[in-house]
């Protein structure tokens, strides 16, 4: 609602800067304003009163603070809200908790888990928890040491604290939100009052932790039934009329409301006679307002294969333009732009077999499902899809409404942003590998990949966000020597690392460690590290081809080979990076530094591991795995 000088009391200029200030006014900040409005009206009266002597006959004015006096009573002075994230999702939503107590005008302690100093956590009254679940139900990098502390026999009794905690996860896992789970029960059993249920979101996790931050708030003001509500039935921060949602609101583009980037250039980087394909985007960031720093990832919301569409479509017999409401705002779609556009149908997940139970008159889903099964769910879920579900348990009692309403969001991909924001002004690039396989008779495709590699033409958009990963970040001091291991388009986020130091003309020394299958057709940017090369931007490259020798050559084995000069930038302060496959390379360059560290140290394993914790909680270890 915008203000009008002709119906209004104000000047025009009166009413331009209260234009400009309403809309970036969260709730709490327009109920404050109001109580303090009021506040504000009552003492002019009574000094308007004073000063004509009536004060006697001045009428009573209420005062209505932000917070009732008897709510900001019962209010903790100081709470700590913790994170544990590994791409960064965690620490945002954690920090709009923080934003949110503030606003209460609670002290609040914000803090990485691997940063806070847990003495503190017995002078702690109320704990607030952030935790993705990260690989097959680990804490990710920055949880760890909290993690294990909690589960330690130093870990105090916490009978004096309240806390609540917030999981995300991805539900095609088997341990779904496995860490805040852990979290929420350790601290159970350890004597702390849980203030509100643990909410577990899934990759659509917005509106779910919008709940879950209004049910802290209520709680915290006293409204008992707030602690039990499920999601969905949150109240409000404050009845204020025309107030907006609780949770920040967007006001450029974001995950929630993506930009429409074109397609500037779209190429494959494997050479002639590969049996891989690996997409080099160029996305155009032109009048959107978007900026990255190395690190950052893209966010691309991708299209299912239309061929996958029509089979689901012709098993179902079903209408292609039925209309059929979509996400929780209830938006209306022709089923087929449902099924291309909307939903996920190329992962199958408990939760989602749980539910199409109910739709199957199939009496083998069930019995997939019991428990004693654990073993064979897990192995027909692998490499399956919605088709295969609609095949293998028919015949289905279900509409074509129904059957969207089981669905998952279709949710975006995150892609390593693979160039420097100064010295790509206006663009964005990422580098995608198409996956595309045969599994159980079919073909599968990747969903986003083979999206860009076969179905986007360079002029077309893509809906992007940029997703900002404050644990993958380079060092603040240019100088610093820093050590990358990038295996295929692991090696992405380097590109931008090193294109970032050459434009700020950073001295300290660069090394990177790349890999993949051939070298003849399988070297990604390779005349990119060859100018760097050169140019001085990088020091020195190893590496490591594995179809190019008779016995398999891998990243690790290149930097054990270089262990007494690796060690020795480690001890001169180098920064080292990772980048790529968690299930296997991850692991295996992990276990290659912790024995560089132990034997050019001449440590135990035990002393290892610490010694590279030390890395970790100092952010000189740094990891984006997937």
């Known amino acids: 609602m915008r203000l009008e000088v002709t119906n209004s009391p104000f000047t025009e200029k009166q009413a331009e800067l209260i234009n400009q200030l309403l809309p970036t006014l969260t709730e709490t900040q327009i109920y404050w304003l109001n109580g303090y409005l009021s506040f504000y009206r009552g003492r002019a009266a009574q000094a308007e009163s004073l000063a004509e002597g009536a004060s006697q006959q001045a009428a009573a004015v209420a005062i209505e603070p932000a917070v009732s006096d008897a709510v900001q009573q019962q209010l903790p002075a100081e709470a700590t809200v913790l994170f544990g994230s590994q791409t960064g999702n965690s620490q945002r939503l954690a920090g709009k908790l923080a934003d949110k107590l503030k606003e209460l005008g609670i002290a609040v302690t914000l803090s990485a888990m691997n940063a806070y100093k847990t003495n503190g956590l017995k002078k702690a009254t109320h704990l607030f928890i952030v935790a993705s679940t990260h690989g097959e139900g680990d804490p990710p990098d920055n949880a760890l040491t909290f993690h294990e502390f909690l589960y330690s026999k130093r870990a105090p009794k916490l009978t004096e604290l309240q806390y609540a905690v917030l999981s995300l ?208 769910l897990r192995s027909y879920v692998k490499g399956r899809d919605v088709l295969d579900l609609l095949t293998d348990f028919a015949p289905w009692r279900l509409t074509a409404a129904e059957f969207v309403a089981l669905l998952r969001k279709l949710p975006p991909r995150l892609y390593s942003i693979a160039c420097s924001n100064r010295a790509n002004p206006d663009e964005v690039h990422v580098t995608i590998r198409k996956v595309q396989y045969d599994a159980h008779g079919r073909k599968r495709d990747g969903v986003c990949s083979v999206h860009v590699s076969e179905r986007l033409e360079e002029g077309e958009t893509l809906p992007i966000f940029i997703q900002h990963n404050p644990g993958f970040k380079l060092p603040t001091n240019p100088d610093t020597p820093i050590i990358m291991v990038g295996p295929g388009t692991g090696v992405a986020p380097f590109r931008a690392f090193l294109e970032e130091r050459e434009e700020l003309g950073a001295e300290g020394k660069s090394w990177l460690f790349y890999g993949d299958r051939r070298f003849v057709t399988d070297f990604l940017y390779q005349t990119d590290w060859q100018r760097m090369l050169k140019d001085g931007v990088l020091t020195k490259l190893e590496v490591a081809f594995s179809r190019d020798t008779e016995e398999k050559v891998y990243v690790q084995h290149r930097m054990l080979e270089h262990a007494v000069e690796l060690y020795g930038w480690l001890q001169e302060g180098a920064h080292i990076y990772v980048c790529g496959d968690e299930k296997h390379m991850a692991h295996d360059v992990h276990d290659a530094l912790l024995t560089i560290v132990q034997e050019q140290g001449g440590r135990s394993r035990e002393e290892a591991a610490e010694y590279v914790n030390e890395l970790i909680a100092h952010n000189r270890y740094q990891r984006d795995v997937y």
Request: aromatic share 6%; charged share 25%.
């Open 169 to 376: 996860g991805d539900s095609s896992y088997e341990f779904f939100c496995k860490t805040g789970q852990d979290f929420d029960q350790r601290l159970e059993e350890l004597g702390a009052k849980r203030l509100t249920d643990r909410v577990d979101c899934d990759l659509d996790f917005e509106e779910p932790a919008a709940d879950w931050m209004t049910n802290v708030v209520n709680a915290l003001q006293g409204d008992g039934a707030a602690a039990q509500q499920t999601e969905g039935s949150a109240a409000p921060l404050a009845n204020v009329s025309g107030a907006t949602s609780p949770v920040d609101q967007e006001t450029t583009y974001s995950r929630t409301t993506p930009f429409q980037a074109e397609v500037l250039t779209n190429l494959n980087l494997n050479g002639r006679g590969s049996d891989r394909e690996t997409r080099h985007l160029e996305l155009s960031l032109e009048d959107s307002g978007l900026t990255y720093e190395p690190g950052d990832c893209v966010g691309i919301y991708p299209q299912n294969s239309p061929e996958l569409v029509t089979a689901i479509l012709n098993k179902m017999n079903w209408n292609a333009y039925d209309p059929v409401v979509v996400g929780k705002a209830g938006e209306e779609v022709d089923l087929y732009d449902a099924l291309l556009k909307h939903v996920e149908i190329t992962v199958l997940t408990k939760p989602l077999l749980e539910k199409a139970q109910t739709y199957s008159e199939c009496g083998d889903l069930a019995q997939l499902l019991q428990a004693e099964n654990k073993n064979e």
